[in-house]
């Protein structure tokens, strides 16, 4: 069947309307109806019902349309596969971040790729993880680094973990509550900070803590802008929750300080590489990932 005639096919179901459907695809309704007539006469069947308020899919058009989609989906990944196979310049890179991620990865990984292709351009885009899902499905991004726990579970996602790594409470070195152990009860007292969590870490975050039904998480501030957060933790009474790995330069300097809190357990944070699975990367994208991959286990 003629790829023509199935795009027209699903721009008519989509709009309800053959008039719709024509400036939608930049043709005058005769020849739309034409090219309509034409598939169903290949089909051996009527694929649409017409009537005085639009057009309506029959049974068999509803299947043929299905098919459709997914036959127009493989045939633009095809000619998208076969441009970059043809790519030989290094090209440019779009890449999305948690707030997280970015604080750990992505110094590392633009110094690397800037050493290493010069040329390369590079775009990033440090957001929470359900924005960047979007950009990523809308393909406005490469692929996204996110922590793993937020990941759906789709079988248009292709997901890589990364190595995992502890997360803690850090604060400013002289913090009052240095002084000794640290419970559950003042730790939800006290001016907690951190990045802007999905609903699912909120919730996860709650039961670490132990909150009582109805309980919100205390936290004071929420930004994903991650150097901002170490700074306001380094001039006050603040407590940072955050992955040890994104204050290790603050630590060895002994800015900050883990916060010793017996009874939360352990904390353990890992972060994903997601990327469409119908989608080959461009050659500039797949040696982005190379390096996140290689920073990730430094």
């Not at 196979?85 to 999305?96: A, F, K, L, M, Y």
């Not at 948690?98 to 292709?117: K, T, V």
């Not at 001039?235 to 060895?252: F, G, H, I, K, N």
Request: with cysteine.
């Amino acid at each position: 069947m003629n790829l023509k005639r199935l795009e027209h096919l699903v721009a008519v179901a989509e709009e309800g309307s053959l008039a719709a459907a024509a400036r939608r695809v930049h043709l005058s309704q005769p020849a739309l109806t034409r090219s309509i007539q034409a598939l169903e006469y290949e089909a051996g069947a009527v694929l649409f019902d017409r009537g005085a308020r639009g057009v309506t899919l029959t049974t068999v058009g509803r299947m043929v349309t299905e098919r459709a989609r997914r036959i127009l989906f493989e045939s633009g990944c095809l000619a998208r596969d076969l441009a970059l196979v043809r790519q030989h310049e290094i090209g440019s890179v779009q890449i999305g971040l948690g707030a997280f991620p970015a604080a750990i990865l992505l110094p590392e990984l633009l110094c690397q790729l800037h050493q290493q292709w010069p040329k390369l351009r590079i775009a990033t885009e440090v957001s929470h993880p359900g924005a960047l899902l979007d950009a990523l499905r809308a393909e406005q991004v490469d692929f996204v680094v996110i922590e793993q726990s937020t990941v759906p579970t789709a079988a248009e996602l292709e997901v890589v973990r990364l190595p995992a790594g502890p997360g803690g409470v850090f604060v400013r070195a002289g913090h009052p509550m240095l002084a000794g152990p640290v419970s559950l009860g003042t730790l939800r007292e006290a001016a907690l900070v951190s990045v802007v969590f999905p609903p699912e870490t909120h919730e996860r975050l709650r039961k670490l803590l132990r909150c009582k039904p109805g309980e919100e998480l205390p936290f004071q501030v929420e930004s994903n802008d991650f150097r901002a957060l170490t700074h306001l933790v380094r001039q006050a009474d603040a407590l940072l929750l955050a992955p040890a790995r994104a204050v290790r330069d603050e630590v060895e300097s002994g800015q900050l300080v883990s916060l010793d809190v017996p009874e939360l357990p352990a904390v353990p944070m890992q972060f994903a590489v997601v990327r469409l699975a119908q989608r080959t990367l461009s050659p500039a994208a797949e040696r982005a990932v190379a390096v996140i991959e290689a920073v990730a286990r430094m």
